[in-house]
């Protein structure tokens, strides 16, 4: 098993950055596919980034693609998500997730994550 925190969220102009971090807890970190989705208020929870547990591929939601890195870092079991370029469409609670496989590919449906952080919220004003 493995519990998620996340960090980092805040408010931002359009056009600045933030830097969200999750940190999770478990001696088995690197067993793990990690992911960032989101949820904007009244829309669905949408995929946003994810990592391969050996971090080297990493996949994005086109509307992010450019904009945003992912990565990991597992000796300190955590994963980063740079966001640079927001804008308004950015704004929405980020949540980290997680599930067991050491693949090289990252599901981007949610259904697949086995655990999930209570989410930082990221709000960019125009």
């Known amino acids: 098993q493995v519990q998620l925190v996340e960090s980092g969220g805040g408010l931002v102009q359009a056009g600045g950055s933030l830097t969200l971090s999750c940190a999770a807890s478990?001696?088995?970190?690197?067993?793990?596919?990690m992911g960032w989705f989101r949820q904007a208020p009244g829309k669905e929870r949408e995929f946003v980034a994810g990592?391969?547990?050996?971090?080297?591929?990493?996949y994005y939601a086109d509307s992010v693609k450019g904009r945003f890195t992912i990565s990991r870092d597992n000796a300190k079991n955590t994963v980063t998500l740079r966001m640079n370029s927001l804008n308004p469409e950015d704004t929405a609670v980020y949540h980290c997730?997680?599930?067991?496989?050491?693949?090289?590919?990252?599901?981007?449906?949610?259904?697949?994550?086995?655990?999930w952080g209570q989410g930082t919220h990221v709000t960019v004003s125009s």
């Open positions: 997730a997680a599930y067991a496989a050491r693949t090289l590919s990252v599901a981007t449906n949610d259904d697949r994550y086995d655990y």
């Open positions: 478990g001696r088995t970190f690197s067993s793990y596919t």
């Open positions: 990592v391969t547990w050996s971090g080297l591929r990493t």
